[in-house]
Structure formats: C-alpha cells, structure tokens
T-cell receptor
C-alpha cells in the first residue's frame, strides 16, 4: 500500500513556511523525498533512515518518526524555486521495493 | 555526464503491437527500476532489478516484462499493449538497493496506446 501524503496541494507566498506529511501503515526502513517540476523527472532531495534523524537540503528539512511511521518535510522561508510536486517514497528494507505517495503540489507565488 | 537515458521519449501506438522502452545508465549502478506515473496516483513501481539477472515485481507488474542481461540496460517490454497502459514511464537507477540510495531518474517516456 502506497504511503499517504497530505495535503494534496498548498499555495504559499514567498517567504512562508509549509509542512508536508507522509504516513505509512507499514514498519519502515527508510523514507525518501523527491521534487518534480512540471514536465521534468523527479529529483532526489533526501533520505531518512530508521533512527528519527532530521536532514536538510537548503532550507528544506525533514524528520522521520519511525514509531509512528510518519515523515514530515518542512519548507522554510519558501522561494519561487520550491514550486513543484513533492513525493515521499517509502521502503521496508534496504533492497528492493520503493513505494511513492500520490504527491503534494506546492505553488509559491511572489 | 552521469545519466539515465530512456528511449523513445514519446510514442503513440495501437493496441496489441509489441513495444520496448529502453533504459540505460552510465553510472555502474546495481539497482534499476521502472515506474509509471498517472495523475492522482503518483509513481507506482512496475519492476525492479537488484543486479544482472535479478528482477522482481513491484506493485503494478501486470502486462509488463523486463530483463536485465547487462548491468547498464533495463528494458521495459509491453508484449500486447492496451489503452490502460497509456501513461508516463520513468526508469531510475541507484548505486545499490532502492531502500537506502538516491534514485536517479531518466527524463521519462510518454506512451499513448490507442
């Protein structure tokens, strides 16, 4: 079963913050985050492994709560370049299957 | 330049006419995978391969075949395409297993099956 993302869409003004959530019903080994701009391929942002560590990429950071099987992506002081669709991916082991959520569309306006 | 190359980028074809979408990576990656992307459904994994001659089903393998005879290539075969396979397809690769490695995606192949 695919992880569930929320919200489905968010509109921000430049400089505002947003949080995207990703939850799974399975015990997870890792959570991935990718961003896809219109007409392009998804681009890797970060991976979080079991252990609840927080990672960062520019002003984008994420956390992973393995007890709750949830991850959150934090967009801080958003920039126009942050617009796109964000996908979380989850895996129950280090090897094979990677399942993605349906995506969260983020629009940052001037 | 490190990249994942898919061909063709666009294809319009008819029901039942066998087709192959090629995927090649030049990063010596062990893991390769195919996804389809449909509106509202995100990316769904079709097949993945952990190394040469090792492949396994993802979540939506029905109607597709794959093979991994060489490390760099991972073609996706539609033996008898049907309209419900109209979609945007992505190939991806990573250094090792898909669970703990960043996935590098190709530019995508848009298939229309009439």
């Amino acid at each position: 079963q695919q992880p569930v993302q929320s919200p489905q869409a968010v509109i921000l003004r430049e400089g505002e913050d947003a949080v995207i959530n990703c939850s799974s019903s399975k015990a997870l080994y890792s959570v991935h985050w990718y961003r896809q701009k219109h007409g392009e391929a998804p681009v890797f942002l970060m991976i979080l492994l079991k252990g609840g560590e927080q990672k960062g990429h520019e002003k984008i950071s994420a956390s992973f709560n393995e007890k709750k099987q949830q991850s959150s992506l934090y967009l801080t002081a958003s920039q126009l370049s942050y617009s796109g669709t964000y996908f979380c991916g989850s895996s129950t082991d280090s090897w094979g299957k990677l399942q993605f959520g349906a995506g969260t569309q983020v629009v940052v306006t001037p | 330049e490190a990249q994942v190359t898919q061909n063709p980028r666009y294809l319009i074809t008819v029901t039942g006419k066998k087709l192959t979408v090629t995927c090649s990576q030049n990063m010596n990656h062990e893991y390769m995978s195919w996804y389809r992307q449909d509106p509202g459904l995100g990316l769904r994994q079709i097949y993945y391969s952990m190394n040469v001659e090792v492949t396994d089903k993802g979540d939506v393998p029905e109607g597709y075949k794959v093979s991994r005879k060489e490390k760099r290539n991972f073609p996706l075969i539609l033996e008898s395409p049907s309209p419900n396979q109209t979609s945007l397809y992505f190939c991806a690769s990573s250094r090792r297993g898909g669970g703990n490695q960043p996935q590098h995606f190709g530019d995508g192949t848009r298939l229309s099956i009439l």
